[in-house]
C-alpha cells in the first residue's frame, strides 16, 4: 500500500471508530478498496449497518485521490454528497473507488481554463454476495491554481 499517510487511514478516528479498513491503494492512487464489517459500535437500532457509517467509508476517497493525481498545481475539496440506502445489511460491506486516465485527463482539461469545475463520481457500497447496499454522488470542487492561491 502506497506511503504512510495512506496507512493511517486504519487508525484514523472516524475509521477506527466506524470499522472501516483500507484494504487495498494501487501504486499510482487509481484504486481503493475499503471495507466494513458489522459490530455492535457501528450497528443501527434495528441491528442492520449505520448509514453514517457506510456514508463515511465513502467520503474521503475521490478527493484523495484526485489530489494525488492531479497534483499541487490543483485544489480539490468535497462540495457535496448525495447517499441513497437500498437495502439493510448484516454483514461485511465493501467499496471499490477507481479512476480511469480518461476521467482524470477530463477533469484536468475541464479545470485548466482556472475557472472552478465541479465532476460527480460514483461509488456503490455492495455486501459480500455483490448485492448493492448503498449507492454514493460525491460532488467534488476542482480548479486549476492560480499565481495567488
Known sequence: MPGVKWRLFNVWGPFLG??????????????????????????????????????SMTDPFYVVMLVENLGPEYIVWDKAAKIRFLRPERGQVFAKFRLSDEMIAEVRTRAEVGK???????????????????EVEKTVYVRKRNGTS
Do not use: C
Not at 460527480?120 to 448485492?131: D, H, I, K, R
Open 18 to 55: 466506524a470499522g472501516i479498513r483500507l484494504d487495498h491503494v494501487s501504486p499510482d492512487f487509481r484504486e481503493v478498496d475499503v471495507s466494513m464489517k458489522l459490530h455492535f459500535w457501528n450497528a443501527n437500532y434495528l441491528g442492520t449497518h449505520y448509514g453514517g457509517s457506510l456514508y
Open 116 to 134: 472552478p469545475i465541479e465532476p460527480v463520481f460514483s461509488v456503490q457500497v455492495l455486501n459480500g454476495e455483490g448485492a448493492v447496499v448503498a
